[in-house]
């Protein structure tokens, strides 16, 4: 780190790979920003990243309004300074086959998704550009690569690694890198939630689920937040465009 302690945004950041993406940057020695549409439990969070002795703050935002991004990023500025690390990690799933799939739960999945992560990158880049260096992890899916009944959740995920590729290209003579991170079966309450969906017992579900992963294991939240935490990293200037493949294995 540099004299100067670095300000960094997690979205989605109540809970699963947020939180404790948020914790393992405030480890690190950021002042973090969490945000979350859960309140009660975003706070939370950031309470008990002060309690560790770490810097945060928490902030209530959908990250799909541009007006609310606007607004939660100039807070950031004005009470943590400048941001120059993003995160974007908010998402949501609302899954089922293509001929069940609604107008509604397409356009949100991708308004949660792919709009927010490109409204938080717009209004954050501000500041990077500005201090000529910058770090944005954007959360991709090994669902980009195509998984049944996630139609909506795929294209968000796949354009989610077109558009880090692109301001790559746009943003890296500012000292601004841009990566994805697309994890494999991580246990979260989402995918808890998945396995309830299903009607399995979520112990055999995870079990189940690793026999097909080379590691012979699932993923667990802190396997993204160590790959995020070398991404933000000042030795990671030189790795821009990425798409990484936390997944227990080889991947497209």
């Known amino acids: 780190m540099t004299e100067t302690r670095r ?3 997690v979205t989605g950041a ?4 947020g939180a404790t993406t948020a914790r393992r940057l405030a480890a690190d020695g950021f002042a973090v920003a969490l945000l979350d549409l859960d309140e009660a439990a975003v706070k939370e969070t950031a309470e008990s990243i002060v309690a560790d002795g770490g810097t945060a703050l928490s902030a209530v935002a959908d990250v799909s309004d541009a007006a609310q991004v606007a607004a939660v990023v100039a807070r950031v500025a004005s009470e943590l300074g400048a941001p120059t690390v993003l995160v974007n990690n908010a998402g949501i ?3 089922n086959l293509l001929f069940k799939l609604s107008e509604q739960d397409w356009d949100l999945v991708i308004a949660v998704h792919l709009r927010g992560a490109f409204l938080m990158t717009r209004e954050v880049q501000k500041h990077m ?3 000529k260096y910058g770090r944005i992890v954007n959360l991709s899916s090994t669902s980009a690569l195509g998984n049944r009944g996630q139609a909506n959740y795929a294209a968000a995920k796949a354009g989610i690694q077109g558009f880090t590729k692109t301001i790559a290209i746009e943003l890296g003579r500012y000292g601004i890198t841009a990566n ?4 494999g079966f991580i246990a979260t309450e989402m995918t808890k939630a998945t396995a309830a969906r299903l009607g399995q017992d979520w112990e055999q ?23 995020v ?3 933000v990293s000042e030795g990671a200037g030189y790795v821009s465009g ?3 493949y936390v997944a227990g294995g080889p991947k497209a």
């Open 93 to 95: 799933t609302r899954d």
């Open 229 to 231: 935490s070398f991404l």
């Open 205 to 227: 579900y995870k079990i189940d689920r690793a026999k097909s992963i080379p590691v012979a294991r699932v993923g667990v939240p802190e396997d993204i937040a160590h790959t």
């Open 7 to 9: 300000v960094a945004i």
């Open 129 to 131: 550009v500005e201090a």
């Open 242 to 244: 990425q798409v990484i």
């Open 14 to 17: 109540a809970r699963g790979i």
């Open 180 to 183: 994805s991170i697309a994890p």
